[in-house]
């Protein structure tokens, strides 16, 4: 249970990324997925451990359910190449819907780290997103310094259609997505316990933001009693 085996396995199919190869090899990837899947395990509990709105559904979602397989889907991807030479997880019994947001997980040769984030697709999320922030910027602003966060994401160089120049969310507007990540460093990875304390620091750091990205897209409850006959 080492990071050695899923590094070894991950440099040698980047540089023999075809089928055959895959299949002849099929054992190696076998152990090193084992290995990472133990890994997805103990992080799962520091996720839950974050009281996030799925925790009672992630404490019984399998850690396989967790991971993306590692064949690359190539009719959506610029890359050709049939493997994705990395594993990675996405700590959310939702992993499809992509709601509530949660943590994603990528370990490889040629790197390692953990983050959250928003990625919008579709139109109609970026305006709910970029709606959002407009009315609650300060509190992003908040969150950012408080937490030391470096936020990139797909960004605009103008100012979106319907908001003011000067409008006081600024550069927050231009985004059509916000992500924030850790590299994991050397020491970091000396074990997969040491691994998944320095991810549950991390994701303490970026939890508030974890956060204020679901809310975006989360309604607010109708109150009955407000109603106005």
């Given at each position: ?94 992993k499809k819907d992509f709601l509530p947001f949660s943590y994603y997980l ?78 994991f460093k050397p020491e970091d990875l000396e074990s997969f316990e040491k ?19 679901t809310a975006a897209f989360t309604p607010v409850p109708h109150d009955d ?5």
């Amino acid at each position: 249970m080492n990071f050695e085996r899923i590094f070894a396995y991950t440099r040698a199919l980047e540089e023999n990324n075809g089928r055959t190869w895959f299949h002849d090899n099929h054992r190696d990837y076998e152990l090193a997925k084992e290995d990472f899947t133990l890994l997805v395990d103990m992080l799962k509990y520091e996720v839950i451990k974050l009281d996030t709105e799925f925790s009672e559904s992630l404490l019984f979602t399998e850690p396989k359910a967790l991971m993306y397989r590692i064949p690359r889907d190539t009719r959506y991807s610029k890359n050709k190449e049939p493997y994705n030479p990395s594993f990675r997880a996405y700590f959310s019994p939702f992993k499809k819907d992509f709601l509530p947001f949660s943590y994603y997980l990528r370990i490889a040769h040629d790197g390692c780290r953990i983050g959250t984030g928003v990625w919008t697709w579709l139109p109609e999320q970026v305006n709910t997103l970029r709606s959002y922030v407009a009315r609650n910027f300060e509190e992003l602003d908040m969150i950012v310094a408080e937490g030391n966060l470096q936020l990139s994401g797909e960004k605009l160089k103008r100012m979106p259609r319907g908001y003011e120049e000067d409008h006081p969310a600024g550069e927050w507007l231009k985004h059509k997505s916000f992500f924030v990540s850790y590299d994991f460093k050397p020491e970091d990875l000396e074990s997969f316990e040491k691994c998944a304390e320095v991810s549950a620091e991390v994701m303490r750091r970026f939890e508030p933001l974890r956060r204020y990205f679901t809310a975006a897209f989360t309604p607010v409850p109708h109150d009955d009693e407000f109603d106005i006959y």
